[in-house]
């Protein structure tokens, strides 16, 4: 799918340049207007955490959020407004119809390159336009901005307003509206957090925005510049240790800091050559005329994968960066195809 407004930077520096394109203000200070996502592929879609869920997922907003309030132990979930209580779900990875963004440029760029695994993709950072967005919403909800002389919402100024008064303002004009998550904690106040949300859980912030081109810009993150612009973040300190505070985060940046740095193209690369040389030893001794022959072929090479500890793990790896796919054209055989389907079930039922 094309984008009216997507940039693709061939270095860092024009990375950068892109990511800070933001006019001064009347006053003359640098303000941006925007707030950023940043994710590992520049193909995935803007999916809430509950419509990951699939199947009836817009049915389970409300006994999820129902029970999170109703088994959260006493004291944890102080407050009545409900936007504050979905805020402290989403907080805490329970799914909701809210998405998290950022303020800061660097905080996405951090997002869409923590993980090592999906470095053979390109990334990308979504870029919102937050006052445009707003002149769309409707009126009650314009007038609570100027009264507040705000930008964005704070839960406060929804106090007022629960989630079904909330879509039955969406009935007729979808809208997206952005608001800031109260201060939990020293992660929210770190990563300059923003929500989303959209008037009804099953509405979809891709589509709107692709049926609102103006309000958007996507930002390319480079296969090939990953890795320059992930030490970088890590040189400035843009991290797990500081947006993520506490042993756990420090625990992922040690993790990925001492990480070799290994490609997953590189991965992918040595899995085929492997697998090519295993499918070899065994062809040669068997006709591949039927489908049976075919089959004893596959189930061969299995066997040998699966006692194969180190190219087993190799496997789960590409597997769990969601990078099977790619095997078949670095496999040179004509079982290529067939045996990474059947790696992918394989590996599903394992």
């Known amino acids: 799918m094309k984008h009216k407004h997507e940039y693709r930077p061939t270095c860092w520096a024009e990375l950068i340049d892109l990511l800070y394109d933001i006019p ?11 707030v950023y996502r940043g994710v590992a592929n520049a193909n995935w879609s803007l999916d809430t955490s509950l419509q990951r869920l699939g199947g009836t997922f817009h049915n389970l907003e409300r006994p999820l959020l129902r029970n ?11 407050d009545s407004n409900k936007w504050v209580q979905i805020s ?4 805490h990875g329970l799914p909701t119809r809210l998405l998290d963004w950022t303020t800061s440029p660097q905080v996405a760029l951090h997002f869409a390159t923590k993980n090592l695994n999906h470095y053979y993709q390109d990334g990308v950072i979504w870029c919102v336009d937050v006052v445009a967005a707003h002149k769309i919403l409707p009126q009650d909800l314009k007038q609570i901005l100027t009264q507040e002389s705000a930008n964005v ?7 007022k307003i629960n989630l079904e008064d909330f879509d039955q303002l969406g009935l007729d004009n979808p809208f997206v509206l952005f608001f800031e998550p109260p201060s939990l904690d020293a992660r929210i106040v770190n990563q300059h957090a923003i929500l989303s949300a959209m008037p009804g859980a099953e509405l979809l912030l891709h589509d709107f925005l692709i049926n609102h081109p103006n309000l958007y810009k996507r930002i390319i993150v480079p296969s090939e510049i990953k890795w320059e612009a992930r030490d970088k973040l890590d040189q400035d300190n843009v991290c797990e240790t500081t ?9 992922s940046w040690l993790k990925r800091y001492y990480s070799p740095k290994t490609t997953m193209i590189e991965k992918i690369a040595d899995v ?14 068997n006709p591949l005329s039927t489908d049976q022959e075919k089959f004893a072929v596959i189930c ?8 194969n500890v180190p190219l087993k793990n190799k496997i789960m790896s590409i597997h ?17 195809k067939i045996l990474v389907a059947t790696i992918e079930s394989w590996k599903l039922n394992q």
């Open 24 to 34: 001064q203000t009347s006053f003359g200070r640098i303000r941006s207007n925007y």
């Open 68 to 78: 999170f309030k109703k088994y959260a132990t006493p004291g944890e979930i102080l």
């Open 88 to 91: 402290v779900a989403q907080h």
């Open 153 to 159: 919402f704070s839960v406060e100024m929804l106090e």
């Open 243 to 251: 947006l993520f505070p506490g042993l756990d985060g420090l625990s």
């Open 272 to 285: 085929g050559k492997e697998i090519t040389q295993l499918l070899s030893n065994f062809s040669p001794a």
């Open 300 to 307: 061969e090479v299995l066997e040998k994968i699966q006692n």
């Open 320 to 336: 769990q960066a969601k990078a099977t796919a790619a095997l078949k054209y670095k496999i040179d055989h004509p079982l290529a």
